[in-house]
């Protein structure tokens, strides 16, 4: 078990450029998380999806696009990146609310994305 | 609105010593609370949850107090070791449905020789 996978672990963009950061994950989890991480924060959520063909959207959205591939899969799309988007990008899944509410997530080692 | 904030930014504690990191949180609805770990270059890693119908949760070297009265958290880290050198992140789930989970700023520990 691979658990929550991401690539690339590095990127540096210029200001304008597009890429994915891709994310998977083998647990069979039903919700995945997109996550930025800035110095000295805590974690904001930026998209999220509760469950495979549904997506939504968290605390700072703006800027990105999501796609829920399928169940395993989780990408998230910078389309034209902006020095305000350097930051370090974590991936996460959990069960879901089928299991509960104790819904424990389970981070991917992150993406750091810097940009030009 | 809702926030879930840290009192202190770093605190440093003696190897060997009890570890205690606290935590606000200022949602009232709130019923589910979780800690993560997060070492230098890592992703979070889930430590300990409390539901909110339970005031205290035990895991192995570590504790999780919930005080609901004043919306307290913290986490006791019995014996610190070189190894709990992290940052530490309380996050809170809301009772509603939507049910995202709102992480706090972390406390970085840092362990004394």
């Known amino acids: 078990n691979a658990g929550v996978t991401q690539t690339p672990k590095f990127q540096v963009l210029k200001t304008g450029q597009s890429m994915t950061l891709q994310c998977a994950q083998d647990?069979?989890?039903?919700?995945m998380y997109w996550y930025r991480q800035d110095p000295g924060m805590g974690l904001r959520l930026i998209y999220y999806?509760?469950?495979?063909?549904?997506?939504d959207k968290g605390e700072v959205p703006n800027g990105y696009n999501v796609s829920r591939l399928n169940k395993r899969e989780f990408s998230l799309r910078l389309e034209s990146a902006a020095p305000s988007q350097t930051s370090v990008y974590f991936c996460?899944?959990?069960?879901?609310?089928?299991?509960?509410?104790?819904?424990?997530?389970?981070f991917g080692p992150g993406t750091r994305l810097t940009v030009l | 609105g809702e926030s879930v904030g840290l009192h202190l930014p770093t605190l440093s504690v003696q190897e060997g010593d009890n570890s205690i990191i606290n935590c606000a949180y200022s949602?009232?609805?709130?019923?589910?609370f979780i800690w993560y770990k997060q070492e230098s270059g890592k992703g979070p890693q889930f430590i300990i949850d409390?539901?909110?119908?339970?005031d205290k949760r035990q895991g192995q070297r570590v504790t999780v107090l919930l005080n609901k009265t004043v919306k307290h958290l913290s986490l006791q880290i019995a014996a610190t070791q070189p190894g709990d050198s992290a940052v530490y992140f309380c996050?809170?789930?809301?009772?509603?449905?939507?049910?995202?989970?709102?992480f706090g700023k972390g406390t970085r520990l840092h362990i004394l020789p």
């Open positions: 996050a809170e789930r809301s009772g509603n449905r939507d049910d995202k989970i709102i």
């Open positions: 999806s509760a469950s495979e063909g549904t997506t």
């Open positions: 996460a899944s959990s069960a879901g609310l089928a299991g509960g509410r104790t819904d424990t997530q389970y």
């Open positions: 647990m069979n989890h039903n919700s």
């Open positions: 409390i539901r909110s119908n339970m």
């Open positions: 949602n009232s609805a709130s019923d589910y």
